[in-house]
Each structure stands twice: as structure tokens, then as C-alpha cells.
């Protein structure tokens, strides 16, 4: 027996030894992070007024970016990442956000510090000047300044209605579709609620940069064109403003059967994907009237029932309250039948 045991404790020994072995073998051979300091990164440097930024051979200007966005994130490789053969280095693209700045010593004068943020298209300039002032501002990229006043003024384009998931999630509309009826004006009165919106955008010829010219508006089975620049919205934070105002807003009706149903589609994929269904108002109002019914409704019309029928199986001590609980819970349940009328009526 003890001979049996020493032999079961060598093999073990004997295992443990080889997998560490085995270990320290595959250790050894995955690619050591070489740090930062072995990334060969461009410096973003700024004229004296700061409304001209450079980086990388590239030429940035101050213009109001509020509408636009650039799509090249997902073009570029940043810093490392680890995969299951070990830690791997790639410095292929490295985005202006994580590059170095330089200051004149003039400007180190007056500031603090600055922050960048964007990718090689479109930049966002926060300065923190030692006198505690604040300034933020965007940049484009000079070469990309043609696509910039084409797509401010174009109509008559392909516009793309993005939806939020899943990827790739897209629906191209012809400009002409979104123009061809005359412009009807909305107000908060005329719909209980807009159901739906949904931005669209006008790209470059290279996709790189594209602009949001306004937003496809579903209100039950209509659907509308809302243009930014014929209505006066800008800023999408006034836009939401301007949207819920008292006023109203004139929107241009989609008729188009191919149109309205290529968006439905989407609209559908948005919502069987993961959780796009939290931001379906039909199915959101279905789950709010069946817990409202399951509380105001369900469970006093349980008690009730029950009250009713114990206040007459049970002697006088309790008949009363029994019976004071069951005349409540009527009532409840009556003026809940009311508030549910008087509301679907409004």
C-alpha cells in the first residue's frame, strides 16, 4: 500500500513539474509590450491663435462641425491589444487623441493645458488657459473642405437613415422621395406622442464625412422629413427644444410605399436587436398598461372578492372591516376604469 502511494506522489510531482515547464515555455515565447515610449507618434502643434491645427502633414481649420460626424474610427489600429497567443504590438495608425502636443513658449504663457480629442478628419480643441478660462472648438481637415460646403448645401444626394442597432442597420432614401409633398405643419396637439425619430445623413464620396441635414419623424402610421435648415433648428440640443415646442414645426410627409416600408424593416431590425426593444413606444405603453391593470385592477379586484366572501363566512368582529375593505377596493377599481377612459379619450 505505501509503495502504491509513493508512486501516486512521484507521478504527481512529476506532472506538476512538466506543466510548469510547459508554462514558463509559453511564457517565454509571447511578445513583450515594447511601452510607448518604442510608438513613433506624430505631434499636433497649433498657430499662435489656435484656430489652425497641425498634424501628421495635415492642416486642420476652425468650421462649425455641430451637424457633421467623420466614420474612419474603426479604419485604425490604436495602441495594443492582447490576444490569445500573447500581447501584441501594432502602432499601424495612431489617432490624434493619443498623440503629443507641443506649445510655443508664448503660448505656454496663457496655457495650461490642452485636450484633442477626434480622428484624423474632424478634431475637438478644448484649451484650459491659466487664467481658468475654458475654450472648445472643431477643426477640419483642409483637404476635406470641398465636401464640407457640397454637403451643407446639396439636395439631391442619396440621404442614409441610420438606426441605432444592429450594425450596419441602414436605409438609403432618395433625396427627391423626401421633397416631393408639400410641407405639412405639426404641433404637440395633433399626436399624443412622435413615436420615432431617427437621423439622416449625407456622406462624402469617400464616406468619411458625412452630415446631418435632418431627421425621419414616425408618428404612428405617418412619417415625415424634418430638414434642419427650412424649419430653423441647428444645434441638436435647440433642435429637441424646437421639436417639443408649442409652436409645432413643419415637416415634409414620406408617401412613398417603398420608402415607408424599407423603414418599417429597419425599424423592425432595431428592434429585435438586443435591447432596441426598450425604445418601442407601442410595446413600452403595452408593459405600462398591463402592470397598471395588474395593480390597479387584478390584485384590488382579488381582494375585494375576497374581503366580500370572508365578511360573510365571519362573525360580526370582523364583518364590518371585511366589508369596509371590499366597499374600497370597488371604489378603487371604478376610478381606475374612469382614469383609463379619460386618458385613452385624450
Same mark, same amino acid.
Given at each position: 500500500?505505501?509503495?502504491?502511494?509513493?508512486?501516486?506522489?512521484?507521478?504527481?510531482?512529476?506532472?506538476?513539474?512538466?506543466?510548469?515547464?510547459?508554462?514558463?515555455?509559453?511564457?517565454?515565447?509571447?511578445?513583450?509590450?515594447?511601452?510607448? =515610449?518604442?510608438?513613433?507618434?506624430?505631434?499636433?502643434?497649433?498657430?499662435?491663435?489656435?484656430?489652425?491645427? $497641425? $498634424?501628421?502633414?495635415?492642416?486642420?481649420?476652425?468650421?462649425?462641425?455641430?451637424?457633421?460626424?467623420?466614420?474612419?474610427?474603426?479604419?485604425?489600429?490604436?495602441?495594443?491589444? =492582447?490576444?490569445?497567443?500573447?500581447?501584441?504590438?501594432?502602432?499601424?495608425?495612431?489617432?490624434?487623441?493619443?498623440?503629443?502636443?507641443?506649445? *510655443?513658449?508664448?503660448?505656454?504663457?496663457?496655457?495650461?493645458?490642452?485636450?484633442?480629442?477626434?480622428?484624423?478628419?474632424?478634431?475637438?480643441?478644448?484649451?484650459?488657459?491659466?487664467?481658468?478660462?475654458?475654450?472648445?472648438?472643431?477643426?477640419?481637415?483642409?483637404? $476635406?473642405?470641398?465636401?464640407?460646403?457640397?454637403?451643407?448645401?446639396?439636395?439631391?444626394?442619396?440621404?442614409?437613415?441610420?438606426?441605432?442597432?444592429?450594425?450596419?442597420?441602414?436605409?438609403?432614401?432618395?433625396?427627391?422621395?423626401?421633397?416631393?409633398?408639400?410641407?405639412?405643419?405639426?404641433?404637440?396637439?395633433?399626436?399624443? *406622442?412622435?413615436?420615432?425619430?431617427?437621423?439622416?445623413?449625407?456622406? *462624402?464620396?469617400?464616406?468619411?464625412?458625412?452630415?446631418?441635414?435632418?431627421?425621419?419623424?414616425?408618428?404612428?402610421?405617418?412619417?415625415?422629413?424634418?430638414?434642419?435648415?427650412? *424649419?430653423?433648428?441647428?444645434?441638436?440640443?435647440?433642435?429637441?427644444?424646437?421639436?417639443?415646442?408649442?409652436?409645432?414645426?413643419?415637416?415634409?410627409?414620406?408617401?412613398?410605399?417603398?420608402?415607408?416600408?424599407?423603414?418599417?424593416?429597419?425599424?423592425?431590425?432595431?428592434?429585435?436587436?438586443?435591447? %432596441?426593444?426598450?425604445?418601442?413606444?407601442?410595446?413600452?405603453?403595452?408593459?405600462?398598461?398591463? #402592470?397598471?391593470?395588474?395593480? #390597479?385592477?387584478?390584485?384590488? %379586484?382579488?381582494?375585494?372578492?375576497?374581503?366580500?366572501?370572508?365578511?360573510?363566512?365571519?362573525?360580526?368582529?370582523?364583518?364590518?372591516?371585511?366589508?369596509?375593505?371590499?366597499?374600497?377596493?370597488?371604489?378603487?377599481?371604478?376610478?381606475?376604469?374612469?382614469?383609463?377612459?379619460?386618458?385613452?379619450?385624450?
Amino acid at each position: 500500500m505505501k509503495k502504491l502511494i509513493s508512486i501516486f506522489i512521484s507521478v504527481l510531482i512529476a506532472a506538476i513539474g512538466l506543466s510548469v515547464t510547459s508554462i514558463a515555455t509559453s511564457v517565454s515565447t509571447l511578445v513583450p509590450n515594447p511601452g510607448p =515610449e518604442n510608438v513613433k507618434q506624430p505631434v499636433v502643434t497649433f498657430s499662435d491663435d489656435f484656430k489652425t491645427v $497641425y $498634424y501628421d502633414d495635415y492642416e486642420y481649420v476652425q468650421k462649425d462641425l455641430s451637424m457633421f460626424i467623420s466614420n474612419v474610427d474603426s479604419d485604425y489600429e490604436i495602441g495594443y491589444y =492582447e490576444d490569445y497567443d500573447g500581447v501584441v504590438s501594432t502602432d499601424d495608425i495612431m489617432l490624434p487623441q493619443w498623440a503629443e502636443y507641443e506649445l *510655443s513658449e508664448t503660448q505656454k504663457e496663457t496655457v495650461h493645458s490642452v485636450e484633442i480629442y477626434g480622428d484624423d478628419i474632424i478634431l475637438n480643441v478644448s484649451i484650459n488657459y491659466r487664467d481658468g478660462t475654458y475654450y472648445s472648438y472643431d477643426v477640419l481637415r483642409t483637404d $476635406y473642405l470641398d465636401d464640407y460646403d457640397k454637403l451643407l448645401t446639396t439636395k439631391g444626394d442619396v440621404y442614409t437613415l441610420h438606426f441605432d442597432y444592429p450594425e450596419n442597420n441602414e436605409v438609403d432614401i432618395d433625396c427627391d422621395i423626401l421633397f416631393e409633398n408639400e410641407p405639412k405643419h405639426i404641433t404637440p396637439s395633433a399626436f399624443t *406622442s412622435y413615436d420615432e425619430y431617427y437621423e439622416i445623413y449625407v456622406s *462624402s464620396d469617400d464616406g468619411k464625412l458625412s452630415f446631418n441635414p435632418g431627421m425621419i419623424i414616425i408618428c404612428g402610421d405617418e412619417y415625415y422629413y424634418l430638414d434642419y435648415e427650412e *424649419s430653423g433648428a441647428s444645434l441638436y440640443l435647440d433642435f429637441l427644444e424646437f421639436y417639443y415646442s408649442e409652436e409645432g414645426f413643419d415637416a415634409y410627409p414620406i408617401t412613398d410605399e417603398a420608402t415607408v416600408a424599407a423603414i418599417k424593416e429597419g425599424q423592425q431590425l432595431y428592434y429585435e436587436d438586443d435591447y %432596441g426593444y426598450l425604445q418601442n413606444d407601442e410595446l413600452a405603453d403595452s408593459i405600462s398598461y398591463f #402592470f397598471l391593470i395588474m395593480l #390597479f385592477g387584478v390584485v384590488p %379586484g382579488c381582494v375585494c372578492v375576497v374581503s366580500f366572501v370572508y365578511a360573510i363566512i365571519k362573525k360580526k368582529t370582523y364583518r364590518k372591516l371585511l366589508f369596509g375593505a371590499s366597499a374600497f377596493c370597488l371604489a378603487e377599481i371604478v376610478a381606475f376604469i374612469i382614469f383609463l377612459i379619460v386618458a385613452n379619450i385624450k
